[in-house]
């Protein structure tokens, strides 16, 4: 069973930076995308980034491009999101997602497309 477990959401001001980490358990963790999506309340979920990790390229969507950082640790079955210069317009529930088989490059930001997903966890940026 897989299991996507999201943490390191928080408060935090205008400029600010977070990190949070994605761990997978029951994945098999090689030729798949694996993103980050974000929900705001009375909002769509958002596609924010995504890592192909079988060769580590990377997607990100418009608005976070310069500011936040997709990376993966394949020893610890982890995905991370870098956040730096947060906007209160960053506020969302953030939630973890990992498609199922092998796939090819690119990974598309569309939540259709992913299969598992993490329980999210809250992310707050006050002006």
């Known amino acids: 069973q897989v299991q996507l477990v999201e943490s390191g959401g928080g408060s935090v001001q205008a400029g600010g930076s977070l990190r949070l980490s994605c761990v997978a358990s029951g994945y098999t963790y090689s030729s798949n995308c694996m993103g980050w999506f974000r929900q705001a309340p009375g909002k769509e979920r958002e596609g924010v980034a995504a890592i192909y990790t079988g060769g580590s390229s990377t997607y990100y969507a418009d608005s976070v491009k310069g500011r936040f950082t997709i990376s993966q640790d394949n020893a610890k079955n982890t995905v991370y999101l870098q956040m730096n210069s947060l906007k209160p317009e960053d506020t969302a529930m953030y939630y973890c997602?990992?498609?199922?088989?092998?796939?090819?490059?690119?990974?598309?930001?569309?939540?259709?497309?992913?299969?598992?997903w993490g329980q999210g966890t809250q992310v707050t940026v006050s002006s």
């Open positions: 997602a990992a498609t199922a088989g092998s796939l090819k490059p690119p990974c598309a930001l569309v939540t259709s497309d992913y299969n598992y």
